[in-house]
């Protein structure tokens, strides 16, 4: 039992019988003075409804059937409509009364003892109740505890949502290029992220991020991943010197080995040029009047494991009209109901027909195809999908 929670119960005899209360303080004075039992007494049910109002710590009603003003069946019906699992009612009556005891547990009394009482019964008869009304108690207590938690994981995820771009077109004055991207996470908060920022009038700042792990840690990193690549990003400074930067500081502050994939890239709005870095990261691809293309990897290793690692970047050139995909693995990784990933080839398949649209297209399209891959199979991973058409200045 949880001595803890049973301490905090006090027991309620419900008797018109006045000789009762010294009577049951004699028989329990040791039980009294040790805390194990608390005793508060009433003289008919309308005085025990009171006593409920005046100490909610009641977990235990001891009523007798006949009493003036309110008898104890109509104080069960009352109880009843409380609707208080932790509070327990035990009857009190005479053993011929069985008529009564009958429609007492029918109206919900946990138990019952018989006149003449006998008060070891009667203690075995306490210490039952206490029992299940201790085990009640404490699971009440787990699950206000778990709708906190859940509470708190929406605000969680409410927060990690608005940390994200979420309004599209993001630049709407700015007809050289356009930007969709899509998060959608496995659990209430996820570990993916994507960003974009304009470095200057010329250049886009674009991220896309796989933080290791799921959950709150997963999402706490990856916040602290997406907000000190932004940060140093709009320093200006190259690709490779940026992940360098954010790696060292990942790297001082890393807890529990946690790591990220990141795949960042600063796209000239002039000239359609990217300079970019990859991570560690799942290869984007480029879509083009020429096909499909994966982007070439850089042979930079994920951020938060290796300080001073020496990143290196590559460019790419995209010619007006040209999209770049960039995803991360909780799409190539969706299963289906036979554990067969959704693949490398079907996302290559998938990229290969969409010759032309919109980007939205483009990332809703790709979201359908994981979804009707996996069949209805809980999500796994997170899925996060971003797309950068580049049109060029007129």
């Known amino acids: 039992m949880n001595a803890d929670i ?16 010294p009577l049951v303080r004699q028989k329990f004075r040791r039980q009294i003075r040790e805390g194990v039992y608390d005793f508060l007494f009433a003289f008919n049910g ?11 710590e009641i977990g235990i009603i001891l009523s007798d059937i006949n009493m003036p003003e309110m008898d104890g069946l109509t104080l069960l019906t009352k109880l009843k409509e409380l609707k208080n699992p932790g509070l327990k009612t035990v009857i009190v009556s005479a053993y011929g009364d069985m008529d009564n005891i009958r429609t007492a547990m029918n109206r919900g009394a946990f138990d019952f003892v018989t006149k003449p009482v006998n008060f070891e019964d009667l203690e075995i008869t306490i210490n039952k109740t206490l029992e299940e009304i ?3 108690r404490q699971s009440q207590e787990e699950h206000d505890q778990l709708v906190s938690i859940r509470q708190d994981l929406n605000t969680a995820r409410e927060i ?31 570990g993916d992220f994507f960003d974009f920022f304009m470095i200057d009038d010329d250049r886009l700042g674009f991220v896309i991020g796989d933080v290791s792990g799921k959950g709150v840690p997963a999402a706490i990193f990856m916040a602290v991943s997406r907000t000190l690549i932004r940060a140093t990003g ?12 954010v790696n060292n500081l990942l790297c001082n502050e890393s807890v529990s080995c946690m790591f990220v994939t ?15 870095v990859n991570a560690g990261h799942n290869p984007p691809y480029v879509l ?3 096909g499909l293309k994966k982007v070439e990897m850089t042979g930079g290793t994920i951020l938060g494991c290796i300080e001073n690692f020496q990143y290196k970047s590559r460019k790419l050139t995209l010619a007006p009209g040209d999209r770049l995909f960039l995803y991360t693995d909780g799409v190539t990784e969706a299963f289906n109901k036979d554990n067969v990933a959704y693949g490398d080839d079907r996302l290559e398949l998938f990229l290969g027909q969409q010759a032309s ?38």
Do not use: W
């Open 46 to 56: 309308l005085e025990a409804l009171a006593k409920l109002l005046e100490y909610p």
């Open 6 to 21: 049973q301490s905090k119960i006090k027991i309620l005899v419900v008797d018109d019988e006045i000789d009762l209360e």
């Open 357 to 394: 649209g919109s980007i939205e297209d483009l990332v809703k399209g790709a979201l359908e195809e994981v979804n009707e891959h996996s069949m209805g199979i809980p999500q796994s991973d997170d899925i996060t999908l971003v797309s950068i058409c580049f049109t060029g200045r007129v």
């Open 288 to 290: 083009s009047e020429k």
């Open 134 to 136: 201790s085990i009640i």
């Open 234 to 245: 709009l320093k200006a400074i190259p690709a490779a010197e940026c992940m360098h930067y």
């Open 160 to 190: 990690q949502q608005a940390i994200l771009p979420k309004t599209f077109p993001p630049f709407p004055h700015r007809s050289d290029f356009n930007i969709y991207a899509s998060m959608i996470a496995a659990k209430e908060v996820g």
């Open 262 to 276: 990141v795949f960042y890239g600063i796209l000239n709005t002039i000239n359609g040029e990217v300079e970019y």
